[in-house]
Nanobody, 124 residues
Framework: QVQLVESGGGLVQAGDSLRLSCAASGRTSSRDAMGWFRQAPGKEREFVAAISWGGGSINYADSVKGRFTISRDNAKNTVYLQMNSPKPEDTAIYYC?????????????????WGQGTQVTVSS
């Protein structure tokens, strides 16, 4: 089993910056890819960003490309999402997820473990 715990969410003004963290514990491995997804009220969960274990393969949703950066520190079993220039439409609950297959997939169905989520609210 793997446990994922997100932190760093909160209220931020549009144009400011925020960094989310996700700490993994339990039976992690050196193949695990990690991803961030989000869900806004009344909407379906959507892909944000994902990164392979070594960091050599990264995917971003078009809506965040150029503003958000995903990274990871394998020594700390932690993945980060740096959110620069957030917009009100980025308001959502942000979830991190772990994919045993190793590829930084954009599909939520391919992830094996999920965190509880952290709320991000961007005010205009």
């Amino acid at each position: 089993q793997v446990q994922l715990v997100e932190s760093g969410g909160g209220l931020v003004q549009a144009g400011d910056s925020l960094r989310l963290s996700c700490a993994a514990s339990g039976r992690t491995s050196s193949r695990d890819a990690m991803g961030w997804f989000r869900q806004a009220p009344g909407k379906e969960r959507e892909f944000v960003a994902a990164i392979s274990w070594g960091g050599g393969s990264i995917n971003y949703a078009d809506s965040v490309k150029g503003r958000f950066t995903i990274s990871r520190d394998n020594a700390k079993n932690t993945v980060y999402l740096q959110m620069n220039s957030p917009k009100p439409e980025d308001t959502a609950i942000y979830y991190c997820a772990l994919d045993r297959r190793g590829a930084p997939s954009t599909r939520s169905s391919e992830y094996d473990y999920w965190g509880q989520g952290t709320q991000v609210t961007v005010s205009s």
